[in-house]
């Protein structure tokens, strides 16, 4: 008799178990959709302001001077870059997760994905509060000098960045227009959006497949 | 898509864009340019002469390249091909549709949403975000 009850209680308790993680597939695949929306909306306007940066530097230098025939085909690596890593959801299912690399920074485990996971988690908030970017950083930089570094190491690296930027303004020409610079950093943000939405897809695709997955056994 | 095949961890992976020729311009000024040793790019910019043949080839080229973990491409260049991209259905590399000057993003065209708006009303996707 009491055998039977336990094994009844452990059942009840399974079961609930699998409602719970039922339920938090339904909340992750909600909650990765909303937000990727809601970036995609953001990612709009950040465009919309680099082509209009864009715009207002070709209006100043000249359309023969912004232009594709100008792009640098010569033998050269990209200079920002991506890491792809394995996110295990659970013990099964797998996922890509994506980190951006900006300006061959320097590839110190601790130091790029603590301000990864710094500036994602930033995004995210952002994604539902919109703020004003200061002229001269992008938001990258921004979360850069307020991370827990010393002053010495930012101050490098800041000024390894401004080279790297300055050697990709250089494909149109040595004095370029204050727009074209702008245009970089809003282009920069929107980089930095693209990766989160990234994450997010990733995010919402694996909830997806799990609840649909869940569905198929519920039919069978 | 998720599931349980391995995913390979790449350091260095490139982001590949198919767009217009100012939203190329402005993802080049931000670093993601690159050419290899037989003078390839990892970009093609669209415009009015582009086929779609052309476009049809840099995609297929793009996603089977080991090196490219994101592809960029323009949602109305995505619209052009739109059986090519929503039969492709690898976790890497990550498709992603972005808008264009001219033609701004609709979510009732994304390909990953159109495979998951049946999981709640079809109105809410494209009408609740306007």
């Known amino acids: 008799m009491e055998g039977q009850d336990q094994t009844r209680g452990d059942e009840a308790q399974q079961e609930k178990q699998k409602q719970e993680a039922e339920d938090e597939n339904v909340l992750q695949f909600l909650d990765s959709a909303d937000t990727f929306l809601t970036l995609m909306d953001s990612l709009s306007s950040t465009l919309r302001q680099g082509w209009l940066e864009l715009a207002s530097a070709r209006h100043s230098m000249g359309a023969s001077r912004i232009s594709s025939a100008l792009f640098d085909l010569k033998l050269h690596s990209a200079a920002t870059s991506l890491q792809v890593t394995q996110h295990d959801v659970g013990s099964m299912v797998k996922r890509p997760h994506f980190t951006l690399h900006k300006w061959s920074f320097p590839d110190d485990e601790t130091c790029c994905s603590e301000e990864a996971k710094f500036n994602e988690d930033k995004l995210q908030k952002n994604a539902n509060s919109p703020q004003l970017r200061h002229r001269g950083t992008s938001q990258f930089s921004e979360l850069l000098e307020k991370s827990p570094t010393s002053d010495g190491s930012s101050l490098k690296i800041d000024n390894q960045i401004q080279k790297e930027r300055s050697k990709s303004l250089s494909m149109f020409g040595t004095l370029v227009s204050p727009k074209l610079r702008a245009a970089q950093l ?27 997955k869940e569905m198929e056994d519920i039919k069978q | 898509m998720a599931g349980r095949a391995q995913i390979p961890s790449k350091n260095s992976a490139l982001i590949a864009m198919i767009a217009d020729e100012d939203t190329v311009t402005g993802f080049l000024l931000a670093g993601v340019g690159n050419v290899d040793l037989r003078r390839k790019t990892n970009y093609l910019v669209v415009d009015s002469k582009t086929t779609v043949k052309a476009i049809e080839d840099a995609f297929k080229e793009f ?42 993003y609709d979510p009732a065209h994304d390909s990953v949403l159109s495979r998951v708006k049946y999981l709640f009303s079809a109105e809410s996707v494209a009408s609740g975000r306007r």
């Open chain 1, 186 to 212: 809003s282009f920069e943000t929107a980089l930095e959006t693209l990766i989160v939405i990234a994450n997010m897809r990733s995010s919402m695709i694996s909830a997806f497949d799990q609840i649909q």
């Open chain 2, 63 to 104: 996603t089977a390249k080991e090196d490219i973990a994101i592809v960029l491409i323009s949602q109305y260049v995505a619209n052009m091909i739109r059986f090519l991209v929503d039969s492709y259905n690898k976790p890497v590399p990550a498709i992603l549709e972005i808008p264009s000057k001219d033609h701004p």
